[in-house]
């Protein structure tokens, strides 16, 4: 391998070989003319002194310049003590294939950069598509209702009444959207502090089944937990928080399931540290492409089936982040005809 190939080769090594190159092409050259023997020697050692300051200087002073303003761009910060070093001492003993590979390497990390921003946008755009259209839906229905009752339905008490209850459940829906936007908003700032406590999720669970019985009796679903995980495990978390995320995931499987189905909780501990806790339901399922989508703000798999149902859409969403904000981990098993089953875990205390 020729010397000039090496990826190490430094300014002070490149100004050698080229002055001695030249230094003993002009010496070669001297001896044809009719000149003193010590010519040669002479011409070689002024040639070499010459083209090997003037060579190094350019190299320094002027390509590494070039190269210190290519990454004074690159890291876009104002240079400390510790990075004028680097500039002064550590930047002129890179090769140029060094520097290639870092210019690279901030061209790779730019384009994850720009391709992480087209996400968002994207997701940005969506998010204010979806937003807009869930605020129109109540809004408009209030908006048709009053019209109508000021239109001189008001007077009809035949349709007054129930005008004025459809206008109220609109109103309670769009309440409900913007409390649970609000709740978003605070959990992604961290405004909402957890509040650990030790308790038994078993025992939560049943205070939620409470809560959803006459509703679960209304579709004939029954409410129940899986063989064998019925042994109280304590778990350390934000009680009402964690409360929070059963009761969405019991409500959606209230919703969504199928009538005379079943509903049921799993608790299992994964090791002496963790506990997994599932609700699952026998209902229709979720096909596979929308699963990664599932958690994210106003996603529907179905949209007609959700809109007929009612929901702000942002249930799931508020679960993810409070098991997010707990340092855990949430995620969905579905298939379609089968049942959905969304889990998350927790801490576990010793009993």
């Known amino acids: 391998m020729s010397?000039?190939?090496?990826?190490?080769?430094?300014?002070?090594?490149?100004?050698?070989?080229?002055?001695?190159?030249?230094?003993?092409?002009?010496?070669?050259?001297?001896?044809?003319?009719?000149?003193?023997?010590?010519?040669?020697?002479?011409?070689?050692?002024?040639?070499?002194?010459?083209?090997?300051?003037?060579?190094?200087?350019?190299?320094?002073?002027?390509?590494?310049?070039?190269?210190?303003?290519?990454?004074?761009?690159?890291?876009?910060?104002?240079?400390?003590?510790?990075?004028?070093?680097?500039?002064?001492?550590?930047?002129?003993?890179?090769?140029?294939?060094?520097?290639?590979?870092?210019?690279?390497?901030?061209?790779?990390?730019?384009?994850?950069?720009?391709?992480?921003?087209?996400?968002?946008?994207?997701?940005?755009?969506?998010?204010?598509?979806?937003?807009?259209?869930?605020?129109?839906?109540?809004?408009?229905?209030?908006?048709?209702?009053?019209?109508?009752?000021?239109?001189?339905?008001?007077?009809?008490?035949?349709?007054?009444?129930?005008?004025?209850?459809?206008?109220?459940?609109?109103?309670?829906?769009?309440?409900?959207?913007?409390?649970?936007?609000?709740v978003i908003s605070k959990l992604e700032s961290g405004k909402i502090p957890l509040i650990q406590e030790m308790f038994c999720i078993q025992d939560l669970i049943k205070d939620v089944y409470e809560e959803f019985s006459l509703k679960a009796k209304e579709r004939d679903i029954a409410l129940s937990f899986k063989k064998g995980t019925e042994r109280p495990i304590l778990v350390n978390a934000d009680k009402q928080k964690i409360k929070q995320v059963l009761v969405n995931l019991v409500e959606n499987a209230l919703k969504y399931g199928n009538e005379h189905g079943h509903v049921i909780a799993g608790c299992y501990e994964m090791d002496d540290k963790h506990v997994y806790i599932e609700i699952s339901d026998d209902g229709p399922g979720i096909a596979e492409e929308h699963l990664p989508r599932i958690f994210e703000r106003f996603y529907r798999a179905d949209r007609s089936r959700a809109r007929a149902i009612g929901g702000t859409g942002l249930g799931l969403a508020i679960v993810k982040h409070i098991v997010e904000a707990h340092g855990q981990t949430v995620n969905v098993r579905s298939k379609v005809g089968v049942g959905s089953s969304f889990g998350f875990t927790l801490d576990r205390t010793s009993d």
């Open 3 to 182: 010397v000039l190939d090496t990826k190490n080769l430094s300014p002070r090594l490149l100004s050698f070989i080229t002055a001695i190159i030249i230094a003993t092409a002009n010496a070669l050259l001297s001896l044809l003319l009719p000149t003193p023997w010590y010519t040669p020697f002479f011409v070689f050692g002024t040639t070499f002194a010459v083209i090997y300051f003037l060579y190094y200087y350019t190299l320094q002073r002027f390509i590494y310049r070039k190269i210190k303003i290519i990454y004074k761009f690159i890291y876009q910060t104002k240079a400390t003590k510790k990075e004028e070093f680097f500039y002064e001492k550590i930047l002129p003993q890179k090769s140029l294939e060094e520097v290639s590979e870092d210019v690279h390497k901030w061209a790779n990390q730019r384009k994850d950069e720009i391709e992480r921003l087209r996400a968002n946008e994207q997701f940005r755009k969506e998010f204010l598509m979806n937003l807009a259209h869930e605020l129109r839906t109540p809004i408009f229905s209030v908006q048709g209702y009053v019209d109508t009752l000021l239109g001189g339905a008001l007077e009809d008490e035949m349709v007054n009444r129930k005008f004025l209850n459809n206008a109220s459940k609109s109103i309670d829906r769009l309440v409900r959207l913007v409390d649970d936007l609000d």
